[in-house]
């Protein structure tokens, strides 16, 4: 069977966030809180990322034995990278995590996002660490354009039988979590709060959960991108790809 393929760009796009993140065990001269650790990470991002801030708070481990539950406080430290005083992109380094977050109107493209990706990972290699325990990828879009649903959405995800007038509708909220060869996709689809602008979300998580070679990080990301790119086309139609294929016009 021949696979279908779709438009790679649209001149507009509807997301408000997108985030690649990664788990792996702990680096232990993150968990001290010792910004001088982070010097070699920072200098390598800091053309993309120049402006930085240090996040102090606390990770709390609970304990659960038989008789009583107890729990224990560790006060830990967050690296900020920023590309900008107002920030559009933002690297979060943690002792045992990473998080790239692009936020509204500041994704452009994924060849453009897998970049900075492979950027901050060439400078997470400065750390002894070799294996990843997770990677998540998301995207959120939420389509506010003033047109009628049934020219935009498939209507398995927006359809109420005739329960309520669509107009009526204040929250319509649905969860799907399926599996996709090795990855697992939670997808959560419609209206999420009352509001007078309806804006409809379509929130992809793309998640691998098995440990691997931070060296195939950027191919696990190629192929969660290819998986949400999927699913993304299926849930919307022409209406929409017409809208975005203008720039909104």
Not at 56 to 71: D, H, V, W
Not at 158 to 182: A, R
Not at 230 to 237: D, G, P, Q, R, V
Request: net charge negative; charged share 30%; with cysteine.
């Amino acid at each position: 069977m021949t696979e279908k393929t779709y438009k790679e760009n649209y001149k507009k796009n509807y997301l408000t966030r997108v985030i690649f993140e990664v788990k792996f065990p702990p680096i232990l001269g993150l968990r001290s809180g010792d910004d001088l650790y982070v010097s070699t990470f920072q200098k390598m991002i800091v053309d993309k990322f120049p402006y930085s801030e240090i996040k102090k708070g606390e990770e709390i481990t609970l304990n659960i034995p038989p008789s009583q539950i107890t729990g224990e406080r560790e006060k830990i430290t967050s690296w900020l990278f920023k590309d900008d005083a107002i920030p559009k992109k933002i690297v979060t380094l943690d002792y045992n995590k990473i998080v790239l977050l692009y936020n509204k109107e500041h994704y452009t493209t994924f060849s453009d996002f897998l970049e900075t990706i492979e950027l901050i990972f060439d400078a997470l290699g400065e750390y002894p660490v070799r294996k990843v325990e997770y990677v998540g990828m998301r995207y959120i879009n939420q389509i506010d354009e003033n047109k009628n649903l049934e020219d935009l959405i498939d209507e398995k995800l927006h359809i109420t039988s005739g329960f309520v007038d669509q107009d009526d509708i204040l929250k319509y909220m649905h969860s799907l979590v399926f599996k996709k060869e090795d990855y697992m996709i939670n997808f959560n689809f419609g209206y999420p709060n009352p509001m007078p602008k309806k804006e409809f979300v379509l929130d992809y998580i793309c998640s691998y959960k098995e440990s691997t070679d931070i060296d195939d990080v950027s191919n696990i990301a190629k192929k969660m991108n290819k998986i949400i790119k999927e699913c993304f086309e299926k849930s919307i139609l022409n209406g929409l790809r017409e809208i975005m294929d203008k720039g909104g016009k």
